[in-house]
């Protein structure tokens, strides 16, 4: 009986019976190197990032590139002192660490600023933008106390007591707080109220005397149309003023308003 065995053969042993083709040789040889040099390569470029980062982090950390200036534009009824403080940017922090989003963030939670842009620049300044709330009216909070309104009906805090520049805005809809934000200085000073009765805008004057507006639409052009007309006429007796059609304003006096 024949009994044939086989066996694998190792392949590093096999490897020394059979010669190789030099140029085969050759060719793993310059793999085994391309391989090396890509690693080679790979490896000093992450530790050129690592190292470029962690100089920039170590630089952003230098007096260099602390906050040396803060600027402030818009700030009026608010000091520059308030407005910065709010912000939360401090002079001398790393300028990289200032938060522009959430410093305007926090400027527009104050009562006073209806919007707020921050701005960095590399130099080391800090710019502040603020668009203050502006008054319109007052209205009655009770007890005595008047609060502050602007066109959006948000409080700006207690009116004085004796303010006659401001009109009362009486009650808070759209309509009455539009018209006494457009209403001309000249035409404010003299201006007791606005308020809205049933939809239809009116102001009460002083001494006397009314302006009916009707619905709460082109406004702008009925208020053009009663600055003319208290231009133009005598306001003795006056009772009330109609703009209702601003091209064609009515104009009655105490007589005929009786």
């Given at each position: 009986?024949?009994?044939?065995?086989?066996?694998?053969?190792?392949?590093?042993?096999?490897?020394?019976?059979?010669?190789?083709?030099?140029?085969?040789?050759?060719?793993?040889?310059?793999?085994?190197?391309?391989?090396?040099?890509?690693?080679?390569r790979l490896g000093l470029g992450v530790l050129a990032v690592a190292v470029a980062?962690?100089?920039?982090?170590?630089?952003?950390?230098?007096?260099?590139?602390?906050?040396?200036?803060?600027?402030?534009?818009?700030?009026?009824?608010?000091?520059?002192?308030?407005?910065?403080?709010?912000?939360?940017?401090?002079?001398?922090?790393?300028?990289?660490?200032?938060?522009?989003?959430?410093?305007?963030?926090?400027?527009?939670?104050?009562?006073?600023?209806?919007?707020?842009?921050?701005?960095?620049?590399?130099?080391?300044?800090?710019?502040?933008?603020?668009?203050?709330?502006?008054?319109?009216?007052?209205?009655?909070?009770?007890?005595?106390?008047?609060?502050?309104?602007?066109?959006?009906?948000?409080?700006?805090?207690?009116?004085?007591?004796?303010?006659p520049s401001l009109p009362q805005v009486i009650g808070t809809d759209a309509g009455?707080?539009?018209?006494?934000?457009?209403?001309?200085?000249?035409?404010?000073?003299?201006?007791?109220?606005?308020?809205?009765?049933?939809?239809?805008?009116?102001?009460?004057?002083?001494?006397?005397?009314?302006?009916?507006?009707?619905?709460?639409?082109?406004?702008?052009?009925?208020?053009?149309?009663?600055?003319?007309?208290?231009?133009?006429?005598?306001?003795?007796?006056?009772c009330t003023i109609r703009v209702i059609t601003p091209d064609t304003p009515v104009?009655?006096?105490?007589?005929?308003?009786?």
């Amino acid at each position: 009986m024949n009994i044939t065995i086989l066996e694998r053969r190792n392949a590093r042993n096999a490897g020394n019976d059979v010669d190789v083709d030099p140029r085969i040789a050759a060719r793993r040889a310059s793999v085994r190197d391309a391989r090396l040099r890509r690693w080679r390569r790979l490896g000093l470029g992450v530790l050129a990032v690592a190292v470029a980062i962690a100089g920039a982090w170590l630089l952003s950390r230098t007096p260099l590139f602390d906050v040396d200036r803060i600027r402030v534009e818009g700030a009026s009824a608010l000091g520059v002192d308030d407005v910065v403080a709010a912000s939360g940017v401090r002079i001398g922090e790393p300028l990289l660490s200032v938060d522009t989003g959430a410093a305007a963030r926090r400027l527009e939670q104050q009562p006073q600023i209806l919007s707020a842009k921050v701005t960095r620049d590399i130099n080391g300044l800090v710019s502040i933008h603020v668009v203050e709330r502006v008054a319109v009216g007052w209205t009655d909070a009770g007890e005595g106390v008047r609060m502050l309104v602007d066109v959006t009906g948000a409080e700006l805090g207690e009116a004085g007591p004796d303010d006659p520049s401001l009109p009362q805005v009486i009650g808070t809809d759209a309509g009455p707080l539009e018209l006494a934000s457009i209403l001309p200085p000249g035409v404010r000073s003299r201006t007791l109220s606005v308020e809205a009765v049933d939809g239809l805008l009116r102001l009460h004057l002083r001494p006397a005397g009314t302006v009916e507006f009707g619905p709460p639409t082109a406004l702008p052009a009925k208020v053009a149309a009663l600055v003319t007309v208290m231009g133009q006429v005598d306001q003795r007796d006056l009772c009330t003023i109609r703009v209702i059609t601003p091209d064609t304003p009515v104009v009655t006096r105490t007589p005929i308003c009786g």
